[in-house]
């Protein structure tokens, strides 16, 4: 299963159909520094967009983003919760929404709720997940197998996270 791909994404078909009509959809795109840290979050960003919907200035903003320290793009936002013996999450990207099971919870980390997207920066796309950076510190990206975060929670062997990149590589538009 690849976690990295070098193609060019449509982003502003891959942005809409993430946002979906959403009225937070200022939420599901962040700009990222050169350690992958979101900025906005700390509100220290070196060009925060303000936007009232997805403009061609929204889409020109992403597009300076992306040839500098790229952007993160929520895909599938999750909640999760034990019932039974078994791991459930709500999971919900664009229009649509599903429940994911599993008994496996040997290999599965329960997590109340995380966000799991794509870093694009130029031509190439990541996936990841937004990871919390400790107390006072902003969110950063990390990519699936990384050590960066906790391995368990993004690890490749967690049946969870092999649905997340299902639905990841269907929400993604290429050029």
Same mark, same amino acid.
């Given at each position: 299963m690849e976690i990295k791909k070098d193609f060019k994404i449509d982003v502003r078909k891959t942005v809409e159909k993430a946002v979906a009509g959403n009225d937070d959809f200022h939420f599901y795109v962040d700009e990222l520094t050169s350690n992958d840290y979101m900025p906005t979050y700390a509100g220290v960003a070196d060009e925060k967009y303000e936007f009232d919907e997805m403009d061609d200035g929204f889409f020109e903003f992403l597009a300076r983003k992306i040839d500098g320290d790229g952007? &993160?793009?929520?895909?599938v936002n999750a909640a999760g919760s034990v019932s039974m013996g078994e791991?459930?999450?709500? %999971?919900? &990207? $664009?229009?649509?929404? *599903? /429940?994911?099971?599993?008994? =496996?919870?040997?290999?599965? !980390?329960?997590?109340e709720f995380a966000d799991? @997207?794509? /870093?694009?920066? $130029? =031509?190439?796309?990541?996936? @990841?997940?937004?990871?919390? @950076? @400790?107390?006072g510190q902003t969110p950063y990206f990390a990519k699936? $197998?990384?050590t960066k975060a906790n391995e368990a929670f993004i690890s %490749? *062997?967690?049946? !969870? #996270?092999?649905?997340?990149?299902?639905?990841? *590589? *269907?929400?993604? &538009?290429? #050029?």
């Open positions: 952007i &993160y793009v929520r895909l791991a459930v999450f709500d %999971l919900e &990207y $664009g229009k649509s929404s *599903e /429940k994911f099971r599993t008994k =496996d919870t040997e290999n599965v !980390l329960v997590f799991f @997207g794509v /870093k694009i920066k $130029g =031509d190439e796309v990541t996936f @990841g997940a937004t990871i919390d @950076g @400790g107390c699936f $197998g990384s %490749l *062997e967690n049946p !969870l #996270n092999k649905r997340i990149l299902e639905i990841m *590589e *269907e929400m993604i &538009y290429d #050029n």
